[in-house]
């Protein structure tokens, strides 16, 4: 009689345990209702503003709004339009969103185990052969002795190269840092074949640059305009979500509404200040664009 009684009140326990964890579910789903709203009101408001506003041409209302975190030095034209962001960022950027978007169609939304250490050395050379490429650019900037002439190509290839390593290492961060359910024996690049995968995708946008494949101006321009301000964007959500007390607290996307529309702000406010004092400082004198 004992026995089954205390088994009856352990169910009962279990029961209101489970109970009042469905309420303060849908509670936390409410109060984060508006922010979602609030979050997709203020990213088409900023779309449509991107798209409408007047006078300029899109692509320059791009390169503008990426002004103060993008050289543009050394730009890329295709069928008779400039790429907003100069060869090596778009190589970087657009690397970096291709290959992210590349793993989710792997599946690798939990994933939070390291790639093999050969994977982990090829991606370290990736970062390392863009500082040298990087390097040796600005030797040539500078009129001081170099290696050899460096070209647009290679500064995307390598560019690319480095965004590859970029998109697994913040997947990795991002997972480890606010999901609830990381799965920690999930690598988010298992081996060459994956690796060989996202090379080859980004290949693609290479050839389609340098092969002036007109028609796939705009799907690159935005790749990588997206990837830059996305990048911004997703450190600003890391930082945000933590501060918030977000850590490890993560299972759905939703759930970072709250601070996906305060990073979403900051992105603007950094972005726009930083493309404002570089044209004063270019509209002074004080630096040649």
């Known amino acids: 009689m004992n026995e089954r009684s205390s088994e009856e009140i352990l169910d009962m326990a279990r029961s209101d345990i489970a109970a009042r964890r469905i309420q303060s579910i849908e509670a936390r789903g409410l109060r984060e209702l508006p922010w979602r709203y609030g979050f997709i009101g203020l990213a088409v408001v900023l779309l449509i503003g991107l798209l409408a506003w007047p006078g300029m041409p899109l692509e320059w209302k791009m390169y503008a709004v990426v002004h103060g975190v993008c050289a543009q030095a050394h730009t890329v034209d295709m069928a008779g339009l400039r790429l907003p962001l100069c060869a090596r960022n778009t190589g970087i950027y657009s690397g ?49 002795p170099h290696l050899y002439t460096p070209r647009n190509d290679l500064r995307t290839l390598t560019g690319l ?21 990381p799965d920690p024996n999930q690598r988010v690049m298992r081996g060459w074949v994956e690796l060989g995968g996202a090379v080859f995708v980004n290949l693609l946008v290479l050839a389609a640059m ?42 759905r996307i939703a759930q970072l509404a709250k601070p996906a529309t305060v990073a979403l702000i900051f992105t603007l406010l950094e972005l726009g200040a930083l493309s404002a004092a570089r044209f004063w400082l270019e509209a002074q004198g004080l630096i040649i664009s």
């Open 96 to 144: 970096f969103l291709v290959t992210v978007l590349f793993l989710l169609a792997l599946g690798r939304g939990r994933a939070a185990k390291l790639p093999p250490m050969p994977i982990v050395a090829v991606l370290v050379a990736f970062v390392v052969v863009m500082a040298v490429d990087g390097f040796n650019s600005l030797l040539v900037d500078l009129f001081m």
């Open 161 to 181: 190269d480095m965004g590859i390593a970029m998109a697994v290492l913040l997947m990795l961060i991002m997972n480890l840092s606010l999901r609830q359910n």
């Open 210 to 251: 340098y092969g002036n494949v007109a028609f796939m101006f705009w799907p690159i321009a935005f790749t990588a305009w997206l990837g830059i301000t996305g990048i911004l964007f997703a450190i600003n959500i890391l930082l945000a979500a933590l501060f918030m007390g977000y850590e490890g607290r993560v299972n």
